[in-house]
């Protein structure tokens, strides 16, 4: 059991809360680690002089932010996972202020009552066209073929053309979503043990893949135009990399779009070497102009794969693969191993969407949510340096003075806004950057938004607390 004291002289408020907020802040310091056992209620409330009752209840608010789990015979545990942040943007506190502004979670711009306005719409079409007279059972209700109807994916095979991506509905499966594609392409395509070249700042997704798949990542260092090529010459001429994961169009944390030059480095060294490559085009619908994707000129050097999820709506969890054509029976069984197949009813409201405009209207309306909160953050943090793209949802937000990540994202906590900080990214851990990534999608109004947009820009204005300040 840890001997956590905590220090409450510098919170101000109820005790329990002074008490939660100081957990959350040596918890991001390291003062904490994941699994370390905290004093019982009663020995905290002694050596705090407060009452039991005032630890009980601290302790069930850190619970209620997902940073301990009680249990039942053993006691309070910091828990092992990060805690999953708002999926609504803000929590309130007592009172029905803005407490917890969640600039953590990176969802689409938000688009009003049109999205379930469609989405109404459309099942009631699905509905009238399930022909419940005909005596037999729907299809949508029926086993799927492994990598998705051929009708869905002639669909998908349209969508991918129109940025850059010439296929067929051959070489193109249906996914649950790009976690789930990712997931079966890496396990389609490498044994344990074996590695994975990404940049050194990537997508966490690929990071709790690679754990489960017990896959080594090795992070390539990064510049103004993405993946830095003499860096990625350097590994794949070790020799023990196969696969390259990238984002290369408003690249997740850091917004960087490979140039079309950089593309064809990377294309050309991949082929030299023989290493595939795995193209997370998750943003590129957003702009106005799409970059032709990597692999667009080369499909047959690796996967290319494209969510609806960020562009369209998170909770259809469809994705398309396009995929060398003799790999697609593998990656149809894995799936199948896996998951069967996506949902029908999820792909067919998707496909619905693509083929009647609902999905461009819907992208259309989320780009310019986009650009509204990004002229807002950019107003508001105007003096501040920072990497963004106007129709994108997050910034990378560059700390001046004596900040580091962890005690700006721990001052921003105490003032009520999540970021995160580049450990969330790292592959290797050591060389992170000075910077946090700033959601502005998540947030329901632009109001709440301004609102924590604005408790940054104090942060930033002033130094850390314990700064040697020069007189």
Known sequence: MTSWIPELKEWSGPRYRAIADALARDLAHGRLAPGDRLPTHRELARALGLTIGTVTRAYGEAERRGLVQGEVGRGTFIRHAVPAPDPFGLRVRE?????SIDLAINLPAPVGPQLSEALAATLRQVADDLAPDTGREPDLTAYQPRGGVRAHRAIGARWLQRFGVETDPDALLVFPGAQQAILIALASTLQPGETVLTEQLTYPGLKAAARLLHLNLHGLALDAEGIVPAAFERACAEGNARLLYTVPTLQNPTCVTQSPARRAEIAAIA??????????????????????????????????????????????RIAFLRAPRERCEMLASNLWASTFSAGPLLAEVSCRWIEDGTADRLLRARRDEARRRHDLARDILRDAEFNAHPSGYHLWLQLPGSWRAEQFAAESARLGVSVNTPATFAVERGHEPRAVRVCLGAPATLDYLRTGLLRLRALLDREPHGAAEVV
């Open 271 to 316: 082929e030299r070497h023989g290493v595939l490559i795995l193209e997370d085009d998750v943003h590129g619908p957003l702009l106005d102009s799409p970059v032709r994707p990597l692999l667009g000129a080369r499909p047959d050097l690796g996967f290319y794969l494209m969510t609806l999820s960020k562009t369209v709506a998170p909770g259809l």
């Open 95 to 99: 009172g029905g202020d803005p407490g």
